[in-house]
């Protein structure tokens, strides 16, 4: 391992004990690793594996949670990046979830926000990133009494009146537990 990784792979590990269940503290889980930042592909796969294999852990034993936002396919070259990404997102995001089998009281969750279709090049890109966000949402929201939604969608942000509407009726089920 380089130097860098190791004091990288370090900081994680402290953050990991820092938050529990009994600390009260909020867990901002840093963002994920991006391609552009490492020399080669490997270092970048090595890196966004520690992050994950980390923060599934901070997320899993942390009470207050706050997600890093989701990766935009406009932040990669290449789409199997931005699909491994997701992927990598969406099983943090749900590690929380699957730890838990009974709703917790003390656990505070920030949900960043809605992915946005003007955001993405592809109507398909968006519905992909849409789902996995309410996925991921909807679990936590099912698992924890304590969620902090983010803003609601706005008819101004939406191109098509369908997409908001979609998106708010989403909003509403999520929040209102109408699953």
């Given at each position: 391992m ?29 963002p ?20 994950e294999?980390v923060?599934?852990?901070?997320v ?6 706050q ?10 070259r ?6 491994q990404?997701l ?18 009281e003390?656990?505070?969750?920030r ?11 592809k109507f ?5 990133a849409l ?13 924890n009494?304590?969620?902090q ?7 101004t942000?939406?191109?098509?009146l ?18």
């Amino acid at each position: 391992m380089t130097k860098n990784l190791t004091i990288t792979l370090i900081l994680l590990l402290t953050l990991l004990y820092m938050g529990n269940a009994h600390s009260g503290t909020i867990a901002y889980l840093t963002p994920m690793p991006m391609p552009t930042q490492y020399r080669n592909f490997d270092q970048y796969q090595q890196a966004l594996k520690v992050w994950e294999n980390v923060y599934q852990k901070i997320v899993a034993r942390t009470s207050n949670v706050q997600l890093p936002p989701m990766p935009m396919p406009t932040q990669y070259r290449n789409f199997d990046q931005y699909q491994q990404a997701l992927k990598v997102w969406e099983r943090v995001g749900s590690s929380q979830s699957r730890g838990n089998s009974y709703p917790v009281e003390a656990h505070l969750v920030r949900l960043p926000p809605m992915p946005m279709p003007t955001r993405y090049r592809k109507f398909e890109h968006y519905q992909q990133a849409l789902q996995i966000w309410i996925n991921v949402s909807k679990n936590l929201v099912a698992r924890n009494l304590n969620v902090q939604p983010p803003p609601m969608p706005m008819s101004t942000q939406y191109r098509k009146l369908e997409h908001y509407q979609n998106a708010l009726q989403a909003w509403q089920n999520i929040f209102a537990g109408n699953w």
